[in-house]
């Protein structure tokens, strides 16, 4: 059984920055393409950015790109989401997914989400 555990989220004064980390286990890990999405208060959820299972491509939202890293070690079943220059409207759930395939929509394994919360 897959499962993907998020962390690393919390409260930051805007322009701050935050890691955030997806554990993952019951899985091959080299095999899964990593996502991660945020859902904003009353908005729905969004994608944010995206690693393959090698760490080799990666894709990004606009609103994101050139502030936030995804990366990713694989002796640690693990990726990382490096949040730079956040701003208040980054605010949302924080959430990492895992399917065989890379896209910006279905994901087959969710974890639970980790809140952000950036403050001006």
């Known amino acids: 059984q897959v499962q993907l555990v998020e962390s690393g989220g919390g409260l930051v004064q805007a322009g701050g920055s935050l890691r955030l980390s997806c554990a993952a286990s019951?899985?091959?890990?080299?095999?899964?393409?990593i996502g991660w999405f945020r859902q904003a208060p009353g908005k729905g959820r969004e994608f944010v950015a995206a690693?393959?299972?090698?760490?080799?491509?990666?894709d990004y939202a606009d609103s994101v790109n050139g502030r936030f890293t995804i990366s990713r070690d694989n002796a640690k079943n693990t990726v990382y989401l490096q949040m730079n220059s956040l701003k208040p409207e980054n605010t949302a759930v924080y959430y990492c997914?895992?399917?065989?395939?890379?896209?910006?929509?279905?994901?087959?394994?969710w974890g639970q989400g980790t809140q952000d919360t950036v403050y001006s």
């Open positions: 997914a895992a399917d065989h395939l890379m896209g910006r929509h279905y994901y087959h394994d």
């Open positions: 019951g899985l091959h890990f080299t095999c899964y393409f």
């Open positions: 690693i393959d299972g090698k760490g080799d491509s990666t």
